[in-house]
């Protein structure tokens, strides 16, 4: 009865299907197949057991599936960046292994017996607390993009690195567990003055950025937890500040000290890094926002198409630091004609979103492109645009539209089309 039923359920959602055109994905099977037939190590020998992976690991078929660095972006590892293997990922969580690193003095392995959070400046009364005392405040469960205001910078003036995971690689999307700083700063009580705060990290480079007191009493987070676990070192072990929809550099790791203050410090990070240098030689003052943004992760160079025509699927994620993605469109000749992909999983503000588009590809050459509408009603520019707009020496917040180049054998290159 129950094999029935369940075979009657799978011949509707195949009915169903087929009424639209057919997604075919198998194959006729064939008597002697060996893979099939012979049994294999796995089905004779006993495997692991429970004792042998306290702390699980990806099957060692997936050894693929790392960061990468840019070998000349890489001066010394300790004050550079690896990229999200982005054109690996399903839905819209980056596993925690996975996130992009970028730090200015290497990764900063703090003893959590001695670490210290302090508030001081302008609050009536300075405090200082301990992990277990941070734990102590209530908490919140929030999913964020990070995404560095240099990812895609390699890619402003002209189509670089061949691959998504070098052209969008430097965002994050997680789940975190922290305390609303707003609480903490209660707690030590703002002075009338007090409109600015200055975050600092622990870490050798002792990352130093303002954040104007609005953001921070909206929906800044001191985070201890990412996915469900501790922070791991590398994004900031034991505690870094979350600031959502705003540029990375602000999300400061190993977060050690707030200074409350009433205007900015104008330190290097939020001077002559980080801003947007403009043609006639001045820089964009703070740009912390960062603009809604899409790319197609699958196809991809390091993805190729590797069937033959027929039913495929193209897969990418969107964001927006300024809320949810409302629509995500695609294109397959290089922006002339735009059609709406699905947007499938949860739908968050200021989170990554995971669309899809499927389609019959007839084998001929395509130039495939996504573009992002956020809630606000923003649309995701062309590089062109935005290159009119901001010169050719801008770096940052380049999030222009990407287009790869499909070959009729399914090879997939970094282009531009103007
Ligand atoms: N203390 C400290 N915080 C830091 C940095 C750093 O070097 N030191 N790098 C910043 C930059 S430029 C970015 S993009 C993000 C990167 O966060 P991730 O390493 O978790 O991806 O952290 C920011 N916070
Ligand atoms: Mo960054």
Not at 52 to 68: A, C, E
Not at 179 to 190: R, S
Not at 215 to 228: E, I, S, T, Y
Not at 334 to 361: M, Q, T
Request: with cysteine; charged share 25%; hydrophobic share 35%.
């Amino acid at each position: 009865m129950k094999s029935n039923k369940n075979h009657s359920r799978r011949n509707f959602i195949i009915g169903g299907l087929a009424a639209g055109g057919s997604v075919v994905a198998g194959q006729a099977l064939s008597a002697g197949d060996a893979a099939i037939i012979d049994k294999q190590p796995w089905s004779n020998e006993l495997g692991d057991g429970v004792d042998v992976r306290p702390y699980g690991f990806p099957s060692k078929f997936v050894s693929n599936v790392k960061r990468r660095n840019v070998e000349w972006l890489t001066a010394s590892t300790e004050s550079s960046v690896n990229f999200t293997p982005i054109h690996e990922l399903e839905g819209i969580i980056t596993p925690n292994g996975l996130c992009f690193e970028r730090h200015h003095a290497g990764i900063a392995e703090i003893d959590p017996t001695q670490y210290r959070f302090m508030i001081n400046g302008l609050v009536e009364k300075e405090l200082v607390f301990t992990l277990d005392d941070l734990k102590r405040f209530p908490r919140e469960n929030k999913i964020y993009f990070l995404e560095c205001a240099a990812n895609g910078g390699m890619e402003w003036k002209g189509a670089q690195l061949n691959g998504c995971q070098f052209t969008h690689g430097m965002i994050h999307n997680v789940m975190y567990t922290g305390i609303p700083l707003k609480l903490i700063l209660q707690e030590a009580g703002l002075k009338g003055n007090a409109k600015w705060i200055l975050a600092e990290g622990a870490d050798a480079s002792a990352m130093t950025r303002s954040i104007p007191i609005e953001k921070v009493l909206q929906d800044c987070l001191v985070a201890f937890a990412m996915n469900g676990e501790a922070l791991r070192p590398e994004q900031g072990y034991p505690v870094r500040l979350v600031v959502p929809g705003w540029e990375g550099n602000m999300w400061v790791k190993w977060l050690r000290r707030i200074e409350v203050g009433d205007q900015p410090w104008q330190h290097r990070e939020e001077t002559s890094k980080y801003t947007d240098l403009m043609q006639n030689g001045k820089a964009r003052n703070f740009s912390w926002e960062m603009d809604a943004k899409s790319v197609i992760t699958n196809p991809s160079p390091q993805a190729p198409l590797n069937h033959a025509r027929g039913h495929t699927v193209i897969s990418g994620i969107a964001w927006s630091g300024r809320g949810k993605v409302r629509e995500v469109h695609v294109s397959l000749d290089g922006g002339k004609n735009w059609r709406k992909a699905r947007i499938d999983g949860p739908s968050l503000d200021r989170s990554v979103h995971r669309f899809y588009y499927d389609f019959d590809w007839t084998g001929e050459e395509l130039l495939i492109q996504s573009r992002a509408i956020d809630s606000i009603g923003y649309v995701q520019p062309t590089k062109d645009a935005l290159r009119k707009v901001r010169g050719s020496n801008s770096i940052y917040h380049n999030n222009g539209i990407q287009t790869w180049h499909i070959r009729k054998n399914g090879e997939v290159e970094n282009v531009e089309v103007s």
